[in-house]
Every structure is written in structure tokens, then in C-alpha cells.
């Protein structure tokens, strides 16, 4: 059964820092990586996926990466802003299923 | 309008009452899903539904039902609720449900629901 991990369940940095946040699957088998970002009681937006064949997406400030063999994600978040306060969270898609198993989301604050 | 739209945003029930939460998509997507997002747990895949027949079900209770009456449209109806059903219910569609790795989620706002 694939779980999906985030650690840490909570981040606060200061505004400009450069950071990364972390996943983790159980079960290599996927077909992509997918990570979203959630504001405070609404719904998800995509932010990138990337698929089992691919090592990295890149868009804007944002950089993910996926190493299957180890079974980790990164989110790398560049020079970040108050504006990128939100949750992340990261899901991967079985092989074979029609379901993304989601992480729990890290909860991130960028200070002023 | 665009996207996933997800309505009503808030919704208030009794155990006793029977209430539908209803989603539209805007998208020309085949393929609706219902997720629940409890507090401190993961995102939760209910139902799936692909060109209005439903192919997923995972193992929800019956107080929940769902409806695609076409591809544009989902509900989800429900009546004697718990107090633990509580929770955020977030709709979304994409291209097609199947097996793409490429294939995105798009989802709604989400219904804030709590049960009394």
C-alpha cells in the first residue's frame, strides 16, 4: 500500500530564504509526482508534476525534483515571499489506479 | 466562468437533515472526483466517475451518494451524517481518469461542511 509522507508538518522562514520541502513514497511504482499548493479552507492548485521518467520541473521560483529510487520528492521554493504562506502538499499516482495517494501537506509561513 | 466551481461554500446539517453538495466544471473534462479532507489526515479519494458511470468507490459509507447526471456536473448527497463526516469536501475533474502521467487534477474551492 503506498504511503506518502511530509516532514516537516510545519515551516517558518524569513521572507527571501531559499527553501525545500520534503516527500516521501513507499512504492517506487508510480507514474507521476504531482504538488500542490492549498490556501486556508480552499481547494488545491497544481503547481508541478512530474512524471516517473523525468528527474525535475521547473517553474518560476519553484524546482521539483523526483528520485524514484529512493523514493523521495523536493519542493525547492527560491528567494521566497509572505505570498507563498500556504500548504503544500504532494500526492503521487499508482501505477495501474486511478488515484493520487496524498501526503499530509507541510504548512509553510514566510515571515515578513 | 472557469475551472471548478463548488457550491455552497459553507453548509451547516443536523444529523437528521439531507443536504447535496453540488460541483460544475467548466473544463471539457470526462473524469469528476469527490475527495474528503479531514483535519490532520490525508486527502481521501471517495468516488471517481468517468464519462458519468462511476469507477471508483472507496468503500464510503452509503449515507453518502453520489450523482453524474453528465459530464459536466457532480453531487453529492448527503442524509444522517455523523458529527465525524465533518470535514472539507473538494471536487475535482480532469482530462480523463485513466492512466496518463501526465494527467493534472483541477479542483474546486471545496464545501465546508459540519454536522451537528
Known amino acids: 500500500k503506498q504511503e506518502v509522507t511530509q516532514i516537516p508538518a510545519a515551516l517558518s522562514v524569513p521572507e527571501g530564504e531559499n527553501l525545500v520541502l520534503n516527500c516521501s513514497f513507499t512504492?517506487?511504482?508510480?507514474?507521476?509526482l504531482q504538488w500542490f499548493r492549498q490556501d486556508p479552507g480552499k481547494g488545491l492548485t497544481s503547481l508541478l508534476l512530474?512524471?516517473?521518467?523525468?528527474r525535475e520541473q521547473t517553474s518560476g521560483r519553484l524546482n521539483a525534483s523526483l528520485d524514484k529510487s529512493s523514493g523521495r520528492s523536493t519542493l525547492y521554493i527560491a528567494a521566497s515571499q509572505p505570498g507563498d504562506s500556504a500548504t503544500y502538499l504532494c500526492a503521487a499516482k499508482i501505477q495501474g489506479a486511478q488515484k493520487l495517494v496524498f501526503g499530509q501537506g507541510t504548512r509553510l509561513t514566510i515571515n515578513p | 466562468e472557469t475551472g471548478v466551481t463548488q457550491t455552497p461554500r459553507h453548509l451547516v446539517m443536523g444529523m437528521t437533515n439531507k443536504k447535496s453538495l453540488k460541483c460544475e466544471q467548466h473544463?471539457?473534462?470526462?473524469?469528476m472526483y469527490w475527495y474528503k479532507q479531514s483535519a490532520k489526515k490525508p486527502l481521501e479519494l471517495m468516488f471517481v466517475?468517468?464519462?458519468?458511470?462511476?469507477?471508483e468507490n472507496n468503500s464510503v459509507p452509503s449515507r453518502f451518494s453520489p450523482e453524474c447526471p453528465n459530464s459536466s456536473h457532480l453531487f453529492l448527497h448527503l442524509h444522517t451524517l455523523q458529527p465525524e463526516d465533518s470535514a472539507l469536501y473538494l471536487c475535482?475533474?480532469?482530462?480523463?481518469?485513466?492512466?496518463?502521467?501526465?494527467?493534472?487534477?483541477?479542483f474546486g474551492s471545496g464545501t465546508q461542511l459540519s454536522v451537528l
Open positions: 473544463l471539457g473534462h470526462n473524469a
Open positions: 512504492d517506487s511504482a508510480i507514474y507521476n
Open positions: 512530474i512524471q516517473s521518467s523525468q
Open positions: 466517475y468517468s464519462l458519468e458511470e462511476r469507477v
Open positions: 475535482a475533474s480532469s482530462q480523463d481518469p485513466g492512466i496518463s502521467a501526465n494527467e493534472k487534477l483541477f
